[in-house]
Nanobody, 124 residues
Framework: QVQLVESGGGLVQAGDSLRLSCAAS????????MGWFRQTPGKEREFVAA????????NCADSVKGRFTISRDNAKNTVYLQMNSLKPEDTAVYYC?????????????????WGRGTQVTVSS
């Protein structure tokens, strides 16, 4: 099973940018489709973006379309989430997840492995 560690979160102001990274280890990274999700206290974990194994195909939630971009570097075993024009409502813990058998999933139960998350806080 692959292990995932997120980094890059922090406290920023509205309109700023952040790039999250998720480093994978333990298995062949390119065998896994990857996704980013986020969660705030008392709410369900929600889909943000997903990318196929080779990085050719992506999709993202309507709430982040045009602002967030998912990408991956299979040589570095890392998936990224570039977040631009951040809004206070983007404040959440962001998790990356790996999917061994499907691709571009939007549901949490489609993913096999999760990282521990990184906090993103956007002040107004």
């Amino acid at each position: 099973q692959v292990q995932l560690v997120e980094s890059g979160g922090g406290l920023v102001q509205a309109g700023d940018s952040l790039r999250l990274s998720c480093a994978a280890s333990g298995r062949t990274f390119s065998n896994y489709a990857m996704g980013w999700f986020r969660q705030t206290p008392g709410k369900e974990r929600e889909f943000v973006a997903a990318i196929s194994r080779g990085g050719v195909s992506t999709n993202c939630a309507d709430s982040v379309k045009g602002r967030f971009t998912i990408s991956r570097d299979n040589a570095k075993n890392t998936v990224y989430l570039q977040m631009n024009s951040l809004k206070p409502e983007d404040t959440a813990v962001y998790y990356c997840a790996a999917d061994r058998w499907r691709t571009l999933g939007r549901a949490t139960n489609e993913y096999d492995t999760w990282g521990r998350g990184t906090q993103v806080t956007v002040s107004s």
